[in-house]
């Protein structure tokens, strides 16, 4: 089983260009979600979508995109890259429509570097 | 709102040894908790997860938390630790009856000394 797939895995950027993570889940999901890991600061949240056609803002939203293509594909998408925007992404599925006793699956992350 | 606190950004135990990994909440409502482990170059995995109904919770690779209301914690435990457990550990929770996004705590990494 698939579960979350990110593409691509790695990627380095020069400050102003502009790229697109892609992310799909085949668990049929409602629910997926965003975020950006950096060391010492934990998970923080850029954008989620709560079903097909809705997409919210997160904790981090600033410099960022995001499009709920269909039910399984989730994209983010940075306009004009810039050092701090270093990260490793993650994105994540729940099956919860709402419910919150649903846990978070995820992806294994793209490594994304900007010089 | 709620919030989570991981004690210890770092946990150094030798194999064999208990594992004892920390995690305080504070939530307005009865909370659900998650504990997930992320190994590296990998994302999130979920250990296990308290809901409802009997407060001390067994996960995958002999894992184990106990909900205590009363002290607002969710640790984490394991009797022996093995050298493959060595990883980042999050501590999560979302409040009942709310919203479902969850707040992560900064995760605590565990290493583990032959």
């Known amino acids: 089983n698939a579960g979350v797939t990110q593409t691509p895995k790695f990627q380095v950027l020069k400050t102003g260009q502009s790229m697109t993570l892609q992310c799909a889940q085949d668990?049929?999901?409602?629910?997926m979600y965003w975020y950006r890991q950096d060391p010492g600061m934990g998970l923080r949240l850029i954008y989620y979508?709560?079903?097909?056609?809705?997409?919210d803002k997160g904790e981090v939203p600033n410099g960022y995109n995001v499009s709920r293509l269909n039910k399984r594909e989730f994209s983010l998408r940075l306009e004009s890259a810039a050092p701090s925007q270093t990260s490793v992404y993650f994105c994540?599925?729940?099956?919860?429509?709402?419910?919150?006793?649903?846990?978070?699956?995820f992806g294994d992350g793209t490594r994304l570097s900007i010089l | 709102a709620q919030s989570v606190t991981q004690l210890g950004s770092h946990v150094s135990v030798s194999e064999g040894a208990l594992v004892l990994l920390r995690c305080n909440y504070s939530?307005?409502?009865?909370?659900?908790l998650f504990w997930y482990v992320q190994y590296p170059n990998q994302g999130l995995q979920l250990l296990l997860k308290?809901?409802?109904?009997?407060?001390l919770v067994k996960g995958i690779n002999g894992f184990e938390a106990e909900f205590k209301k009363s002290e607002t914690s969710f640790h984490l435990t394991k009797p022996s630790a093995h050298m493959s457990d060595a990883a980042e550990y999050f501590c999560?929770?979302?409040?009942?009856?709310?919203?479902?996004?969850?707040?992560f705590g900064r995760g605590t990494s565990l290493i583990v000394h032959p």
């Open positions: 999560a929770v979302t409040p009942s009856g709310g919203s479902y996004i969850p707040t």
């Open positions: 994540a599925s729940s099956g919860d429509g709402g419910v919150s006793n649903q846990p978070q699956h």
């Open positions: 939530s307005s409502v009865p909370p659900y």
């Open positions: 668990m049929n999901h409602n629910s």
């Open positions: 979508s709560a079903s097909e056609g809705t997409t």
């Open positions: 308290y809901t409802t109904g009997a407060t």
